[in-house]
């Protein structure tokens, strides 16, 4: 399967595009959503197209840019900064306690155990007096239609 465009042509269009937008004194998220809609892509795939080829030219092509990863040096000297704190824990904190035990010990697998086999419990409870309603609604609905001649 032969590619119609050459490789790299369309995110300098689109480059070209925006700055064009720009140049005429547009905002560039203005500039982004003009130029997505005159190509039918969405405004993320303009902004991507933009800043990947920006950042390709000499200087950064205006943009200016973050680096993504810290240098050696850098590097080096936030671990010597926090050598003696713990890191830092990313993410959501647990629910419980019982999620920060010791995934290992027999005793927190056994409470999660029962834990889960409790919610279990109560989920199945639930859709059971669901279910009795629902049938409850279905031959009330029926005594209707009945009675309605249908």
Known sequence: MAATATRGSIGKASYEAVRKHIDAGKKATEAFRLVAQETGRST?????????????????????LRPRKKTGAKRASAKAAGAGKPAARRGRPPKNASASAPAGSAAAIARDLSNAAQALVAHISRLESELAESRKDRERLAAIERALGR
């Open 44 to 64: 993320a795939t303009v902004q991507t197209a933009y800043y990947r080829v920006a950042r390709s030219l000499p200087g950064g092509g205006g943009v200016q």
